[in-house]
């Protein structure tokens, strides 16, 4: 079992940077692949990026593209997202999430375990 809690949202200006992290707690961090998601009012969760386990590849949303990166560091049983370039449109609820196995990972039903979300308001 993984919990997972999230950190680092806050309120920001257009085109500033924002880094999130999401801490695992358990031994198996390394396991499994690692999602960032967001969430709008009243809309479903959507894909922002995902890594695999070993951390050698990451897939990525259209609209975040170019300007957010995600990363892991399993000796430290953490992910990151990094995001530059903000816009009022990635204004949203942050959640991290895990899946037990590799590949793509663009679809919330594919994770087992959610965190509990960080907000992240970006003003125009």
């Known amino acids: 079992q993984v919990q997972l809690v999230e950190s680092g949202g806050g309120l920001v200006q257009a085109g500033d940077s924002l880094r999130l992290s999401c801490a695992a707690s358990g031994r198996t961090f390394r396991r499994y692949a690692m999602g960032w998601f967001r969430q709008f009012p009243g809309l479903e969760r959507e894909f922002v990026a995902v890594i695999g386990a070993s951390g050698d590849s990451t897939s990525y949303a259209d609209s975040v593209k170019g300007r957010f990166t995600i990363s892991r560091d399993n000796a430290e049983n953490a992910v990151y997202l990094q995001m530059n370039s903000l816009k009022p449109a990635d204004t949203a609820v942050y959640y991290c999430?895990?899946?037990?196995?590799?590949?793509?990972?663009?679809?919330?039903?594919?994770?087992?375990?959610w965190g509990q979300g960080t907000q992240v308001t970006v003003s125009s």
């Open positions: 999430a895990a899946k037990v196995a590799d590949g793509s990972g663009n679809y919330p039903s594919q994770y087992h375990y």
